[in-house]
């Protein structure tokens, strides 16, 4: 393009499309692959990529201390994720591998193998089909510098690195009451987690080395490792508190790892703010639009606005309004496309409220290609809804704006004289409110990605959640 002609008007289904499909993530992970792997022909090296079709799969890597519980957390994601686990013992123990036999060979004798070996041994083992097309899950691996350097040497990234983290005192009391089951390799606990069947209990064992003392040494060691080997995974690591129920531990890392990280691609925010009346939607629309420069679409307002400038629609939406009945859904979205798609709303990005308010109007939002790529549903309870809305009141000779809770007029004179606007009554607050929740669960479907959060608190903090799911991608969806 000549870089002297005036701005070029990028059609609004080109970023679309590049968003919907992730061209940008595809592009950049390719030139990653390449990059590493630095193949001679790059062409036959990316097309054999794509028909991998595994950028997404899990790469996980779980680090702790003993007793810290990461191979129970690391079991349950792989059958949670349908992943495979790579341990020290399953590497060692492959009868397919001359490698693994070599390394068993000498961890019988010495109970550790060096950096090199265990290196190549999970480079053999990610090159399977198994771990290829379904991911994997490294529990306990790299544990020191060395390790996390030579893995990264040969190209193995994760995309998630979970750290668990307890004090000592507990992990030593913890370690002490590990029981393991030889046939199933289940770990149990004589206080936390024991085995109701007395079948296991009666074929459980007491594992080697957990003497306090023993693990005392196996802790220092392990600190001394941790701090070094930490640096190695800047912004894809999270550290979870192993000190608490190890449910709790697991949902933790459960979604983590189905987070996904932010990105450089290009991102024009198109949000649908959801919700019951008096739920918010308008401030959250307006705190949005201050700070990210988005394009305020207020549904009500477009129309109000449509008639005061005494426009073609305008004069087809006054006789509704004159009448209080409901403007038709295809003069709404004639309205509402007209400002969609303004060239700030397609640079900029919007976020719209007040409508969809039932699946019609929201199936012909997407006909149109008025397609949100962020969704959030404002929960607040019934009993909220109306304390904020039945007891508001204006002063009608100031014009102020009072709440008899929140805001209570200064003056027995002022109060004397506020009014309560007629929709704000509660007859016609529960009349919005059944109207919307007659509806929601359709839309909720209809997007199934969208966000709940809770409205029923501080604003501000009710920004923040909306923020996160905005600038952060959507986690993954997995049944």
């Known amino acids: 393009m000549d870089s002297a002609s005036a701005p070029h008007r990028i059609p609004p289904e080109m970023p679309q499309y590049g968003e919907e499909n992730h061209i940008f993530e595809l592009m950049q992970n390719m030139l990653e692959q390449l990059l590493i792997h630095q193949p001679e022909d790059p062409i036959p090296f990316m097309i054999q990529h794509l028909h991998k079709d595994n950028d997404n799969v899990p790469r996980i890597v779980i680090l702790g201390p003993p007793a810290s519980g990461k191979t129970t957390i690391a079991m349950w994601l792989c059958k949670h994720l349908n992943s495979s686990l790579l341990t020290l013992e399953n590497l060692v123990l492959n009868e397919f591998s001359l490698t693994a036999t070599k390394a068993k060979r000498l961890y019988l004798q010495r109970k550790t193998i060096p950096s090199a070996l265990l290196v190549q041994l999970i480079q053999e083992r990610l090159a399977e089909e198994d771990c290829v097309k379904r991911g994997w899950i490294l529990d306990g691996i790299p544990e020191t510098r060395?390790?996390?350097?030579?893995?990264?040497?040969?190209?193995?990234?994760?995309?998630?690195?979970?750290?668990?983290?307890?004090?000592?005192?507990?992990?030593?009391?913890?370690?002490?009451?590990?029981?393991?089951?030889?046939?199933?390799?289940?770990?149990?606990?004589?206080?936390?987690?024991?085995?109701?069947?007395?079948?296991?209990?009666?074929?459980?064992?007491?594992?080697?080395?957990?003497?306090?003392?023993?693990?005392?040494?196996?802790?220092?060691?392990?600190?001394?490792?941790?701090?070094?080997?930490?640096?190695?995974?800047?912004?894809?690591?999270?550290?979870?508190?192993?000190?608490?129920?190890?449910?709790?531990?697991?949902?933790?890392?459960?979604?983590?790892?189905?987070?996904?990280?932010?990105?450089?691609?290009?991102?024009?925010?198109?949000?649908?703010?959801?919700?019951?009346?008096?739920?918010?939607?308008?401030?959250?629309?307006?705190?949005?639009?201050q700070k990210y420069r988005l394009v305020n679409v207020c549904c009500g307002q477009l129309l109000k606005e449509a008639m005061a400038d005494r426009t073609t629609f305008g004069e087809l939406i006054q006789p509704f309004f004159e009448k209080e009945m409901a403007v038709p859904d295809s003069l709404l979205m004639k309205v509402l496309s007209q400002r969609l798609d303004q060239q700030d709303c397609i640079q900029k990005g919007w976020v719209l409220h007040g409508v969809p308010r039932d699946l019609d109007q929201a199936h012909l939002l997407n006909s149109l290609g008025y397609n949100p790529n962020r969704v959030f549903f404002l929960n607040v309870p019934f009993d909220s809804i109306?304390?904020?809305?039945?007891?508001?009141?204006?002063?009608?000779?100031?014009?102020?704006?009072?709440?008899l809770m929140y805001k209570p007029p200064p003056t027995m004179e002022i109060q004397a004289r506020l009014l309560q606007n007629p929709?704000?009554?509660e007859e016609q607050v529960k009349l919005k409110m059944d109207l919307f929740y007659r509806n929601s669960a359709d839309l909720e479907q209809l997007y199934g990605s969208a966000i709940t959060v809770n409205g029923d608190q501080d604003p501000y903090t009710v920004f923040e959640y909306i923020e996160s799911g905005i600038i952060n991608p959507l986690p993954k969806k997995i049944p």
């Open 146 to 289: 060395e390790q996390a350097l030579r893995i990264q040497t040969l190209g193995i990234t994760p995309r998630h690195v979970i750290v668990l983290s307890a004090p000592d005192t507990v992990l030593i009391e913890r370690n002490l009451g590990k029981r393991i089951d030889p046939q199933t390799g289940e770990i149990y606990h004589t206080t936390f987690d024991w085995p109701p069947e007395s079948e296991i209990q009666n074929r459980l064992m007491v594992p080697e080395d957990i003497s306090e003392l023993e693990t005392a040494q196996k802790l220092l060691e392990y600190h001394r490792n941790i701090v070094r080997v930490i640096p190695s995974y800047p912004k894809i690591l999270k550290v979870i508190s192993a000190d608490q129920p190890c449910v709790d531990v697991f949902y933790q890392a459960l979604t983590y790892v189905q987070s996904n990280h932010r990105t450089n691609a290009p991102f024009t925010p198109r949000v649908l703010l959801l919700g019951p009346v008096g739920s918010g939607k308008s401030l959250q629309a307006a705190l949005l639009a």
């Open 386 to 403: 109306m304390e904020r809305l039945t007891l508001r009141r204006i002063d009608p000779v100031t014009g102020e704006r009072y709440h």
């Open 423 to 425: 929709k704000d009554t």
